[in-house]
């Protein structure tokens, strides 16, 4: 006796069309292979960061105030706590950098739970450093708050434009490289953006009112990992 013409047990009702394989084919020759490592893009991307950051910086500081990027109490006599404070955000820009473009021991990337802690903890980590002990204004910067506006928006601004040009490196560093937890990712991403947007203002502007840092400093961070959770994982799936 066979079991010929009999349907197994466990066998799909509905074997897929062959009309759905030919476009799965189609769209897979249509996709040209990057001719680029993912290593060397980051690499690439990890070197760029900075000189981008540094360029905006020189052009803001040249059209607005017609002086260098530096800010001025940092640029005369730094104080010890001045100095502490800008190693701790260089320090988390940084690490929230290495872990969002991070290929990880087996070319996924970071764990969940580093992407995860990067995406929550970056902006309140610098709101801590930033305003739970606001820093002293110095003689030399005494005389340049006066400039400043009260909400920050030069800085939002200024912090915007260093965010956004990062957060587009970062994505065009792992473009189609990251097959799993992509919205993580691009929300760790966007955060490690925000870290170094975070730590251009904070080394471009000597603003010590609370206003001023909540919507200039702080504001953009949150805003570019909301951005990155939302706006960039289908530009990171193959």
């Known amino acids: 006796m066979t079991n010929r013409g009999v349907r197994p047990r466990f066998a799909p009702e509905d074997a897929p069309p062959e009309e759905l394989f030919s476009r799965i084919r189609t769209a897979i020759a249509a996709t040209p292979a990057s001719k680029t490592s993912t290593r060397v893009r980051i690499t690439v991307a990890l070197a760029v960061v900075p000189v981008v950051s540094a360029a905006v910086l020189l052009v803001a ?21 001045l100095l502490i404070v800008l ?9 929230a950098t290495l872990i969002a473009v991070g290929r990880g021991e087996h070319g996924l990337g970071s764990g969940v739970i580093s992407l ?7 902006t309140p980590i610098y709101a801590l450093l930033t305003l739970g002990h606001p820093l002293e204004a ?3 910067a005494a005389a340049s708050l006066a400039e400043l506006s009260p909400w920050g ?3 939002l601004s200024i912090a915007t ?15 189609r490289s990251v097959p799993v937890a992509s919205r993580l990712r691009g929300a760790a991403l966007g955060a490690a953006a925000g870290a170094w947007a975070g730590l251009s203002v904070f080394i471009f502007c000597p603003a010590i009112e609370l206003r001023h840092l909540l919507v200039g400093h702080v504001l953009p961070i949150a805003a570019l990992t909301l951005v990155g959770l939302a706006a960039i994982p289908r530009a990171l799936r193959p």
């Open 161 to 175: 434009a260093v965010g956004l040009l990062v957060l587009v490196t970062f994505t065009a560093a792992l473009r």
């Open 87 to 95: 190693l701790l955000i260089a320090g988390l820009t940084l690490s």
């Open 138 to 140: 110095t003689h030399a």
């Open 153 to 155: 928006l030069r800085c």
């Open 61 to 81: 500081s040249q059209i607005v105030y017609h002086r260098p990027a530096l800010r001025v109490d940092m640029g005369t006599h730094p104080t010890a706590d």
């Open 116 to 122: 995860l802690l990067v995406a929550l903890l970056v």
